[in-house]
């Protein structure tokens, strides 16, 4: 299956998208919007989490069972440890797989879920930021159809490690948002993951199945807007600069000192566009 392929053309792009989507009422539960996104810097990448990326790399011929034993072991390193990082506040709310994975993975863990954003603005940075050299892409999807398959599987019970297990586990992508989250990264970027409940299931197509009709057409009132955009590399400087403009930038996504690293490493992509268009000169002084 295929996710639908459009192109943006330039920053207006953007903005027409960002015009049109529902207005967010903070501070009250229709403070997230309907719409999900995920900037990708490689407009070739699929929806591929960082644990299945790692795991068959290393072995292609693994199955699902090792894979969730050596995802038990990273999980039980994860709580022998944690207490060593991060506040017992923190660690008190991290009472199920998806909150502790959820920690994990915005501290480099390899884990089965995948980073979203209710920012469109920020999905942007994300399919921007690196790989010059490559198209970026956003991948977006409305959370409703997600949502209506995944209460229609799981009849609305909260995942505990069991049901993500070989044997019990369904073909369904859940949608995961921290409540009060303690982590700022996760609020910088106005975070939220998704999970599929069997390990090596394919998010990209079960997210794309929940938008299809059913047998019976039910599904056709639904949204149906799930796509994928393509940034042209060429255009990845020129984005930049306006999200700079509007302090999307790692400064305010990554609170500490990883900012650092990431706004040096957005500058010297954007002074090499700006050298590329002949907008910089360059002196260098014995």
Same mark, same amino acid.
């Given at each position: 299956?295929?996710?639908?392929?459009?192109?943006?053309?330039? /920053?207006?792009?953007?903005?027409?998208?960002?015009?049109?989507?529902?207005?967010?009422?903070?501070?009250?539960?229709?403070?997230?919007?309907?719409?999900?996104?995920?900037?990708?810097?490689?407009?070739?990448?699929?929806?591929?989490?960082?644990?299945?990326? =790692?795991?068959?790399?290393?072995?292609?011929?693994?199955?699902?069972?090792?894979?969730?034993?050596?995802?038990?072991?990273?999980?039980?390193?994860?709580?022998? !440890?944690?207490?060593?990082?991060?506040?017992?506040?923190?660690?008190?709310?991290?009472?199920? @797989? +998806?909150?502790?994975?959820?920690?994990?993975?915005?501290?480099?863990? @390899?884990?089965?879920?995948?980073?979203? %954003?209710?920012?469109?603005?920020?999905?942007?940075?994300?399919?921007?930021?690196?790989?010059?050299?490559?198209?970026?892409?956003?991948?977006?999807?409305? +959370?409703?159809?997600?949502?209506?398959?995944?209460?229609?599987?799981?009849?609305?019970?909260?995942?505990?490690?069991?049901?993500?297990?070989?044997?019990?586990?369904?073909?369904?992508?859940?949608? /995961?948002?921290?409540?009060?989250?303690?982590?700022? $990264?996760?609020?910088?970027?106005?975070?939220?993951?998704?999970?599929?409940?069997?390990?090596?299931?394919?998010?990209?197509?079960?997210?794309?199945?929940?938008?299809?009709?059913?047998?019976?057409?039910?599904?056709?009132?639904?949204?149906?807007?799930?796509?994928?955009?393509?940034? @042209?590399?060429?255009?990845?400087?020129?984005?930049?600069?306006?999200?700079?403009?509007?302090?999307? %930038?790692?400064?305010?996504?990554? @609170?500490?000192?990883?900012?650092?690293?990431?706004?040096? $490493?957005?500058? +010297? =992509?954007?002074?090499?566009?700006?050298?590329?268009?002949?907008?910089? %000169?360059?002196?260098? !002084?014995?």
């Amino acid at each position: 299956m295929t996710w639908p392929t459009l192109h943006f053309k330039g /920053w207006e792009d953007i903005l027409t998208i960002q015009k049109n989507l529902p207005e967010r009422v903070l501070g009250k539960s229709s403070d997230k919007s309907d719409y999900i996104f995920r900037g990708q810097a490689n407009a070739d990448w699929h929806l591929v989490p960082t644990l299945t990326r =790692m795991l068959n790399k290393i072995n292609p011929k693994i199955d699902s069972r090792e894979a969730e034993e050596i995802e038990v072991a990273l999980l039980d390193y994860f709580v022998t !440890n944690a207490h060593r990082y991060f506040s017992q506040a923190v660690l008190a709310t991290r009472d199920n @797989p +998806a909150a502790r994975w959820s920690l994990m993975q915005h501290h480099g863990g @390899p884990t089965r879920l995948l980073d979203w %954003t209710n920012n469109l603005l920020v999905a942007a940075f994300f399919a921007i930021s690196s790989h010059p050299d490559q198209d970026g892409a956003i991948w977006i999807f409305h +959370a409703k159809p997600v949502n209506d398959e995944a209460r229609r599987k799981l009849h609305s019970v909260q995942a505990g490690y069991k049901m993500l297990q070989s044997g019990m586990a369904q073909s369904v992508v859940q949608i /995961w948002m921290e409540n009060g989250s303690h982590v700022e $990264r996760v609020i910088a970027q106005d975070g939220l993951f998704t999970l599929c409940h069997q390990i090596f299931g394919s998010q990209e197509d079960l997210i794309e199945t929940a938008f299809q009709p059913g047998s019976d057409g039910s599904r056709k009132d639904l949204p149906k807007m799930f796509c994928r955009i393509t940034i @042209p590399k060429d255009l990845k400087p020129v984005f930049l600069r306006k999200l700079d403009s509007m302090d999307v %930038t790692p400064k305010s996504l990554f @609170p500490g000192d990883d900012g650092l690293g990431r706004s040096l $490493r957005e500058l +010297a =992509m954007k002074l090499a566009g700006d050298l590329s268009h002949h907008r910089l %000169t360059v002196f260098f !002084n014995s």
